[in-house]
């Protein structure tokens, strides 16, 4: 029995590495595609099971974009003729007498007939063989730096990121947009688009699903909370082949967001999908997966498959105006996100996932990932208090630290937007290519208002202060309750500082702020990286009381860097060289500062004068 076994199992390995290594089906060049063919389509409506449906060549659309065309055909079988062209089935193979032809990706909504546009093969192959780098188009664009060395736009709140999100919706080509605008005006007025592909939000929030929805639809997905459990399908899934399901991963772990589509050829290695871009970023390393289909919900306007990604099996690597392309086998770095939060029932909850490194959509998916936890474990609306500590771990050993304290209402939007506005401003930046090696996150929250404004600020001695000297100043903030707390703040001047009139600012941070704003009159351009981590690294806080000693004095701005107590000489020299046009006058110099931490959101300012002799 042996003897006859091991014959039969080596019959068996050899059967199965020839099937896999079986030469991809022959291709049938465009020039072959005529009105009337008829043909077989390829893809999954349920579970795994791959299932064919039937195509009829209309004709071939020609030039809709540079040496770009397009495949009209009618589709029929399985639950096509209630559904319709369904999202998700985006990269269905269509084969002519055994010859591959392209992929269905483009639907008519609202459409009475199942009429598809499929992009040909060759195209496909063609547009992601390059490897041209990204466009520098493709970066989510923040809002400029605000005057100071010591700040950021101010205040980083939903509406400024709001803002930013929408700029890459003009500079960049969205994934339901390209190849509409391409199109014959004919055609572009009935709506033949590419189909959106179904984007699963598993372990989110719902409110925060809400807002997300409304932000990456007009992106061009279709935004779906999860079905199941992320990860764990019914059944064991076989490995990619075409008209197989796959997913691209955004987000890993504990919450998970992906899209999913279908696999149009495999060459190797090689995989070819969609049809249409994921975004038309150009090169990518996004997480290529397997997928589960649970089920088609029918929709007027376009149906989509029910699905959730399963185990990565490779990696993305191009993102193509007619298609997207990877590699089975290694699977992409993602950045490491962890959250830690302390929550006003006494709670220590963590939460751990990963996020594709992405100029683009790395800022966007660090705001929804940690407004989705902070909602999740704390009321989104009414009184309560969020303070946030996180820490950017950049490659080289460099480290961006924010820290806040926000308050009143919804402090979780806030307190989000604090960690992606850095995120993107690092990796949008214009001087050096920035890796994140990590992000780190610690969250305590109260369901209290913790405000509190100056009502009064004074030196408990009158009279001048000898220069090198300390002298306390008394602070008195009300809270928002009405109750009083007193703080004190030790003034020390210099004692290189010369006698005469000084006054003392103190003021919360956005009042500094806005006086920098007044001082350098032009928006903040960082000159290096350095500068740019040294501004996050300075961003002022919402708790801190900060004192700064002023006097008259010559000085400059120059290039976003503070130069105070100039001799003559010196501003003469700046003023004629080639910074000329970029060196700001300054009229006072701070020869002391000091921030208070407070419990406390503070706001208020107050000036008081003070007379130095030596």
């Given at each position: 029995?042996?003897?006859?076994?091991?014959?039969?199992?080596?019959?068996?390995?050899?059967?199965?590495?020839?099937?896999?290594?079986?030469?991809?089906?022959?291709?049938?060049?465009?020039?072959?595609?005529k009105p009337g063919m008829l043909g077989?389509?390829?893809?999954?409506?349920?579970?795994?099971?791959?299932?064919?449906?039937?195509?009829?060549?209309?004709?071939?659309?020609?030039?809709?974009?540079?040496?770009?065309?397009?495949?009209?055909?009618?589709?029929?079988?399985?639950?096509?003729?209630?559904?319709?062209?369904?999202?998700?089935?985006?990269?269905?193979?269509?084969?002519?007498?055994?010859?591959?032809?392209?992929?269905?990706?483009?639907?008519?909504?609202?459409?009475?007939?199942?009429?598809?546009?499929?992009?040909?093969?060759?195209?496909?192959?063609?547009?992601?063989?390059?490897?041209?780098?990204?466009?520098?188009?493709?970066?989510?664009?923040?809002?400029?730096?605000?005057?100071?060395?010591?700040?950021?736009?101010?205040?980083?709140?939903?509406?400024?990121?709001?803002?930013?999100?929408?700029?890459?919706?003009?500079?960049?080509?969205?994934?339901?947009?390209?190849?509409?605008?391409?199109?014959?005006?004919?055609?572009?007025?009935?709506?033949?688009?590419?189909?959106?592909?179904?984007?699963?939000?598993?372990?989110?929030?719902?409110?925060?699903?809400?807002?997300?929805?409304?932000?990456?639809?007009?992106?061009?997905?279709?935004?779906?909370?999860?079905?199941?459990?992320?990860?764990?399908?019914?059944?064991?899934?076989?490995?990619?082949?075409?008209?197989?399901?796959?997913?691209?991963?955004?987000?890993?772990?504990?919450?998970?967001?992906?899209?999913?589509?279908?696999?149009?050829?495999?060459?190797?290695?090689?995989?070819?999908?969609?049809?249409?871009?994921?975004?038309?970023?150009?090169?990518?390393?996004?997480?290529?997966?397997?997928?589960?289909?649970?089920?088609?919900?029918?929709?007027?306007?376009?149906?989509?498959?029910?699905?959730?990604?399963?185990?990565?099996?490779?990696?993305?690597?191009?993102?193509?105006?007619?298609?997207?392309?990877?590699?089975?086998?290694?699977?992409?770095?993602?950045?490491?996100?962890?959250?830690?939060?302390?929550?006003?029932?006494?709670?220590?909850?963590?939460?751990?996932?990963?996020?594709?490194?992405?100029?683009?959509?790395?800022?966007?998916?660090?705001?929804?990932?940690?407004?989705?936890?902070?909602?999740?474990?704390?009321?989104?609306?009414?009184?309560?208090?969020?303070?946030?500590?996180?820490?950017?771990?950049?490659?080289?050993?460099?480290?961006?630290?924010?820290?806040?304290?926000?308050?009143?209402?919804?402090?979780?939007?806030?307190?989000?937007?604090?960690?992606?506005?850095?995120?993107?401003?690092?990796?949008?930046?214009?001087?050096?290519?920035?890796?994140?090696?990590?992000?780190?996150?610690?969250?305590?929250?109260?369901?209290?208002?913790?405000?509190?404004?100056?009502?009064?600020?004074?030196?408990?001695?009158?009279?001048?202060?000898?220069?090198?000297?300390?002298?306390?100043?008394?602070?008195?903030?009300?809270?928002?309750?009405?109750?009083?707390?007193?703080?004190?703040?030790?003034?020390?001047?210099?004692?290189?500082?010369?006698?005469?009139?000084?006054?003392?600012?103190?003021?919360?941070?956005?009042?500094?702020?806005?006086?920098?704003?007044?001082?350098?009159?032009?928006?903040?351009?960082?000159?290096?990286?350095?500068?740019?981590?040294?501004?996050?690294?300075?961003?002022?806080?919402?708790?801190?009381?900060?004192?700064?000693?002023?006097?008259?004095?010559?000085?400059?701005?120059?290039?976003?860097?503070?130069?105070?107590?100039?001799?003559?000489?010196?501003?003469?020299?700046?003023?004629?060289?080639?910074?000329?046009?970029?060196?700001?006058?300054?009229?006072?110099?701070?020869?002391?500062?000091?921030?208070?931490?407070?419990e406390y959101a503070v706001t208020g300012?107050?000036?008081?004068?003070?007379?130095?002799?030596?």
């Amino acid at each position: 029995m042996i003897r006859c076994r091991l014959p039969l199992a080596l019959f068996a390995a050899v059967l199965a590495s020839t099937a896999a290594a079986a030469p991809p089906p022959p291709i049938l060049p465009l020039d072959q595609v005529k009105p009337g063919m008829l043909g077989v389509g390829r893809t999954v409506f349920e579970g795994t099971r791959i299932e064919e449906f039937k195509v009829q060549v209309i004709g071939v659309l020609e030039n809709i974009g540079p040496k770009q065309s397009l495949i009209l055909a009618r589709l029929d079988g399985g639950p096509l003729e209630k559904a319709g062209v369904i999202a998700g089935m985006s990269g269905s193979p269509v084969f002519i007498d055994g010859k591959l032809v392209g992929a269905v990706s483009y639907g008519f909504p609202f459409s009475k007939e199942t009429i598809a546009g499929i992009t040909p093969i060759g195209e496909m192959i063609e547009d992601t063989s390059t490897d041209a780098p990204r466009a520098a188009s493709a970066r989510f664009r923040t809002a400029s730096l605000t005057p100071g060395p010591h700040a950021l736009a101010a205040p980083l709140d939903r509406d400024s990121l709001l803002a930013a999100l929408q700029r890459p919706q003009t500079a960049v080509p969205l994934a339901g947009s390209p190849a509409a605008a391409q199109l014959p005006p004919e055609l572009a007025s009935q709506s033949l688009r590419p189909l959106s592909l179904p984007m699963v939000f598993s372990g989110f929030d719902p409110s925060t699903f809400e807002w997300a929805r409304g932000v990456f639809a007009g992106l061009g997905f279709t935004p779906v909370m999860g079905a199941g459990s992320v990860g764990k399908p019914p059944v064991p899934l076989p490995d990619l082949q075409p008209g197989g399901a796959v997913g691209v991963s955004l987000v890993e772990g504990d919450m998970d967001l992906s899209v999913t589509g279908t696999i149009t050829h495999i060459d190797g290695e090689r995989v070819y999908a969609f049809g249409h871009p994921f975004y038309n970023l150009g090169p990518t390393q996004f997480p290529m997966r397997k997928a589960y289909v649970y089920s088609v919900f029918p929709s007027l306007y376009q149906s989509w498959k029910i699905s959730s990604p399963a185990e990565p099996v490779g990696t993305i690597e191009q993102d193509r105006g007619t298609a997207i392309a990877g590699r089975l086998g290694k699977t992409p770095r993602m950045i490491p996100v962890s959250v830690r939060i302390s929550t006003s029932r006494g709670q220590d909850r963590r939460y751990s996932f990963r996020m594709v490194d992405d100029e683009l959509f790395s800022p966007v998916l660090a705001y929804v990932s940690l407004a989705s936890v902070l909602q999740a474990n704390e009321r989104a609306f009414g009184t309560s208090t969020i303070q946030v500590d996180a820490k950017v771990t950049l490659s080289g050993g460099r480290e961006v630290r924010v820290e806040d304290l926000f308050t009143q209402e919804q402090p979780a939007i806030q307190a989000a937007a604090l960690v992606a506005a850095p995120v993107a401003y690092l990796m949008t930046n214009d001087f050096e290519r920035v890796t994140v090696d990590k992000l780190d996150i610690d969250v305590s929250s109260l369901e209290t208002i913790q405000t509190a404004s100056l009502q009064r600020a004074w030196f408990e001695r009158t009279g001048p202060v000898r220069a090198g000297s300390t002298v306390p100043l008394k602070v008195l903030l009300r809270t928002y309750r009405g109750d009083t707390v007193s703080e004190t703040i030790p003034v020390t001047v210099p004692a290189t500082a010369p006698a005469g009139s000084y006054t003392l600012l103190v003021a919360d941070g956005n009042a500094l702020t806005n006086l920098e704003q007044r001082e350098m009159r032009q928006p903040f351009v960082p000159k290096d990286l350095d500068q740019l981590i040294r501004a996050i690294n300075g961003l002022r806080h919402n708790n801190h009381l900060y004192a700064r000693l002023l006097r008259s004095d010559e000085g400059a701005i120059v290039r976003g860097e503070y130069l105070q107590s100039l001799p003559p000489s010196v501003l003469a020299v700046l003023g004629a060289s080639d910074e000329g046009t970029g060196v700001i006058p300054l009229r006072t110099a701070s020869v002391w500062d000091f921030d208070l931490a407070t419990e406390y959101a503070v706001t208020g300012s107050r000036a008081l004068s003070l007379t130095v002799e030596r």
